[in-house]
């Protein structure tokens, strides 16, 4: 007898056990379990096709439509814009004297370096830098819809899509879309307002103008002109226009550092902005690795700016003293403008520095008359100062700022509540890291409530920002998400630490500014740290943060059929160690066909085959 064909072996004879093992063996796999769950045919990896809705083309919108041709799949992309054409603050801002204040190399893409004219470019030329990215992309044609704005979003739980009005500024039209996800890239400086506390102002029968609605290339020649507000763009135009005005009238209402500029030891004399020689341009063109040099140096003092804002810091004293110091001597050292202009109760950084070189020496110029006290009203010819006396003009123009609410302009609706219901006079703001607003799902924005407003260029900042968004989509699309909720709970457990951090800081100290919503006593809604600090925060998303909703029953779902989509998509599948291609491509490697004949065992002499 044959051992084993009696003994139980699934190799015995057949009509014994083997049958049943083979019966086993070929049995198909089950299409369900016994609560109906079916495995999806299709590997992980599969990118579930989503939408995205932009509001607003300027900067931000750019890099989002740039980045995501290179980075992302199945993803559809429209973007909603006001204006006749992209460019958001840097095409509506026009104003004379109007100029970053940051470094102009500084304030570029990483992808998209260019040789700039000055050092605190103006806003044409960045204009010009924003318009060549779209026309070299063609971006209009593909995603942004120009002279469309949007009039009401609204979430609706039941499709996970936001619902979008938006109308056609050119025909009066209203359309609706939808999408999975909406992103604010409107800005935050966007809402320009008219002062609503002078008495008479649209009664003036000359030329009446707002800084971010001027008349680009009005002569302003020969001309008597007030200037009301000192804030970035009023210091800029005041500076810009004094010498080639007969009379210039202006308007301080409270006390301003009026500092250089970011990176100041790179500029001109006394922080003032110049322009690069040819010598210089020449320079940067033809040895890049200096050109990269230069900007790391600038972005290096940037960087450290945070520490002079800490309240008590060596740092804060010293910047105190030599802004005191500087003020003083371009004030003439006069008595009242010392004394009214000078702040005693908060230090520089309080508001964002703005590079005006001239500004200070203007006030004190001949032509100019400063007032300290409000204006009592305008005239259909001019206007009526504090003591009752009246001045003709030609041209006022109101430096007033903005709408810095947070608030939309239209209703904006989430779990049945608008955000004016979230962010009550009553409530404040609480924003999730200034990306997101807590309860309200699949919603991103470009610097919300609490973002880095403050903190230097916002060109490294959107790249970040963006980057975070990419990986909460693939997220959603890779696992099949419905929707990703910024919990309250953990967004009022960042403003609480945001909100007593910030006590450290001359942010929440008693001057005026926008990122206080233009009070000297409001929610000073900024970034609590550094600009780092904020860089490391946005490196990856807190998904433990979320409160996530999936449209599978089982969240592993998306595990599917077993293979990764790299099995199938031409990527290396052995990409773990290592990479092959020059460019650094993530692509399947043709092999060298060669190499087995020179490093397989089989092309060996028998003798030098180790034997076991």
Same mark, same amino acid.
């Given at each position: 007898?044959?051992?084993?064909?009696?003994?139980?072996?699934?190799? =015995?004879?057949?009509?014994?056990?083997?049958?049943?093992?083979?019966?086993?063996?070929?049995?198909?796999?089950?299409?369900?379990?016994?609560?109906?769950?079916?495995?999806?045919?299709?590997?992980? =990896?599969?990118?579930?096709?989503?939408?995205?809705?932009?509001?607003?083309?300027?900067? +931000?919108?750019?890099?989002?439509?740039?980045?995501?041709?290179?980075?992302?799949?199945?993803?559809?992309?429209?973007?909603?814009?006001?204006?006749?054409?992209?460019?958001?603050?840097?095409?509506?801002?026009?104003?004379?004297?109007?100029?970053?204040?940051?470094?102009?190399?500084?304030?570029?893409?990483?992808?998209?370096? @260019?040789? /700039?004219?000055?050092?605190?470019?103006?806003?044409?030329?960045?204009?010009?830098?924003?318009?060549?990215?779209?026309?070299?992309?063609?971006?209009?044609?593909?995603?942004?819809?120009?002279?469309?704005?949007? &009039?009401?979003?609204?979430?609706?739980?039941?499709?996970?899509?936001?619902?979008?009005?938006?109308?056609?500024? *050119?025909?009066? &039209?209203?359309?609706?879309?939808?999408?999975?996800?909406?992103?604010?890239?409107?800005?935050?400086?966007?809402?320009?307002?008219?002062?609503?506390?002078?008495?008479?102002?649209?009664?003036?029968?000359?030329?009446?103008?707002?800084?971010?609605?001027?008349?680009?290339?009005?002569?302003?020649?020969?001309?008597?002109?007030?200037?009301?507000?000192?804030?970035?763009?009023?210091?800029?135009?005041?500076?810009?226009?004094?010498?080639?005005?007969?009379?210039?009238?202006?308007?301080?209402?409270?006390?301003?550092?009026?500092?250089?500029?970011?990176?100041?030891?790179?500029?001109?004399?006394?922080?003032?902005?110049?322009?690069?020689?040819? *010598?210089?341009?020449?320079?940067? @063109? &033809?040895?890049?690795?200096?050109?990269?040099?230069?900007? @790391?140096?600038?972005?290096?003092?940037?960087?450290?700016?945070?520490?002079?804002?800490?309240?008590?810091?060596?740092?804060?004293?010293?910047?105190?003293?030599?802004?005191?110091?500087?003020?003083?001597?371009? !004030?003439?050292?006069?008595?009242?403008?010392?004394?009214?202009?000078? $702040?005693?109760?908060?230090?520089?950084?309080?508001?964002?520095?703005? $590079?005006?070189?001239?500004?200070?020496?203007?006030?004190?110029?001949?032509?100019?008359?400063?007032?300290?006290?409000?204006?009592?009203?305008?005239?259909?010819?001019?206007?009526?100062?504090?003591?009752?006396?009246?001045?003709?003009?030609?041209?006022?123009?109101?430096?007033?700022?903005?709408?810095?609410?947070?608030?939309?302009?239209?209703?904006?609706?989430?779990?049945? @509540?608008?955000?004016?219901?979230?962010?009550?006079?009553?409530? =404040?703001?609480?924003?999730?890291? +200034?990306?997101?607003?807590?309860?309200?799902?699949?919603?991103?924005?470009?610097?919300?409530?609490?973002?880095?407003?403050?903190?230097?260029?916002?060109?490294?900042?959107?790249?970040? /920002?963006?980057?975070?968004?990419?990986?909460?989509?693939?997220?959603?699309?890779?696992?099949?998400?419905?929707?990703?909720?910024?919990?309250?709970?953990?967004?009022?457990?960042?403003?609480?630490?945001?909100?007593?951090?910030?006590?450290?800081?001359?942010?929440? +100290?008693?001057?005026?500014?926008?990122?206080?919503? =233009?009070?000297?006593?409001?929610?000073?809604?900024?970034?609590?740290?550094?600009? !780092?600090?904020?860089?490391?925060?946005?490196?990856?998303?807190?998904?433990?943060?979320?409160?996530?909703?999936?449209?599978?029953?089982?969240?592993?779902?998306?595990?599917?059929?077993?293979?990764?989509?790299?099995?199938?998509?031409?990527?290396?599948?052995?990409?773990?160690?290592?990479?092959?291609?020059? &460019?650094?491509?993530?692509?399947? $490697?043709?092999?060298?066909?060669?190499?087995?004949?020179?490093?397989?065992?089989?092309?060996?002499?028998?003798?030098?085959?180790?034997?076991?």
């Amino acid at each position: 007898m044959i051992e084993g064909a009696d003994s139980g072996s699934v190799y =015995g004879n057949p009509g014994g056990k083997v049958d049943a093992s083979i019966n086993i063996r070929d049995q198909p796999a089950p299409e369900t379990d016994q609560y109906g769950y079916r495995i999806r045919e299709q590997p992980m =990896g599969v990118k579930r096709r989503v939408k995205v809705i932009l509001m607003g083309a300027g900067a +931000s919108s750019l890099n989002f439509f740039k980045k995501a041709e290179e980075q992302m799949e199945n993803v559809d992309i429209v973007c909603y814009e006001k204006n006749r054409d992209i460019g958001g603050t840097w095409l509506e801002n026009r104003y004379p004297g109007c100029a970053c204040d940051i470094p102009s190399v500084n304030y570029q893409f990483s992808w998209k370096i @260019k040789l /700039w004219l000055h050092y605190y470019s103006y806003a044409p030329e960045i204009w010009q830098y924003l318009k060549t990215i779209e026309e070299e992309n063609n971006f209009i044609d593909k995603y942004i819809r120009l002279r469309h704005q949007i &009039e009401r979003v609204e979430w609706d739980n039941n499709a996970g899509v936001w619902r979008i009005q938006i109308r056609n500024l *050119e025909t009066d &039209e209203v359309i609706e879309d939808t999408a999975e996800f909406f992103i604010n890239a409107g800005g935050v400086l966007n809402d320009w307002k008219w002062p609503t506390n002078i008495s008479g102002l649209h009664s003036f029968k000359g030329k009446l103008m707002h800084s971010a609605n001027y008349e680009e290339g009005y002569d302003l020649s020969g001309k008597k002109v007030a200037v009301i507000g000192a804030g970035s763009s009023g210091v800029q135009i005041v500076a810009s226009i004094q010498k080639r005005v007969e009379t210039l009238y202006h308007w301080i209402r409270s006390p301003i550092w009026i500092t250089a500029g970011f990176a100041q030891t790179w500029a001109g004399k006394d922080g003032a902005n110049f322009a690069y020689s040819q *010598e210089q341009l020449e320079y940067l @063109k &033809e040895h890049p690795k200096k050109y990269l040099e230069y900007r @790391k140096q600038i972005e290096n003092e940037l960087n450290q700016r945070f520490k002079f804002i800490i309240k008590g810091s060596e740092e804060a004293t010293q910047a105190r003293e030599f802004s005191f110091k500087e003020m003083s001597r371009k !004030l003439n050292n006069d008595p009242r403008l010392i004394e009214k202009i000078i $702040p005693r109760n908060f230090n520089p950084g309080c508001r964002r520095p703005t $590079p005006a070189p001239g500004y200070l020496e203007a006030l004190v110029a001949p032509n100019t008359i400063v007032f300290t006290d409000p204006i009592s009203s305008v005239t259909p010819t001019g206007f009526v100062d504090q003591d009752g006396k009246s001045h003709e003009v030609d041209v006022i123009i109101c430096a007033t700022g903005f709408n810095t609410s947070w608030l939309p302009r239209f209703p904006f609706i989430a779990n049945g @509540k608008d955000i004016r219901d979230l962010w009550s006079d009553a409530n =404040g703001l609480t924003s999730y890291l +200034s990306i997101g607003i807590p309860t309200f799902p699949n919603y991103f924005s470009y610097c919300g409530p609490y973002g880095p407003l403050g903190h230097g260029s916002f060109m490294p900042l959107i790249e970040q /920002w963006t980057k975070y968004m990419f990986s909460v989509i693939r997220k959603a699309q890779v696992e099949n998400i419905k929707s990703f909720r910024p919990r309250m709970d953990v967004s009022l457990q960042f403003r609480q630490h945001a909100d007593l951090f910030l006590q450290r800081t001359a942010w929440t +100290s008693p001057c005026r500014s926008w990122f206080k919503q =233009g009070k000297t006593d409001g929610q000073a809604a900024i970034w609590p740290g550094s600009r !780092l600090h904020f860089l490391e925060m946005m490196e990856a998303p807190r998904y433990e943060d979320f409160e996530i909703e999936y449209w599978d029953s089982n969240r592993f779902a998306f595990m599917g059929n077993g293979f990764e989509m790299r099995e199938f998509d031409g990527r290396d599948i052995t990409h773990y160690l290592g990479c092959l291609d020059e &460019e650094g491509k993530d692509l399947q $490697p043709e092999y060298d066909k060669d190499l087995i004949q020179k490093l397989a065992g089989w092309t060996l002499e028998e003798a030098s085959i180790v034997q076991g």
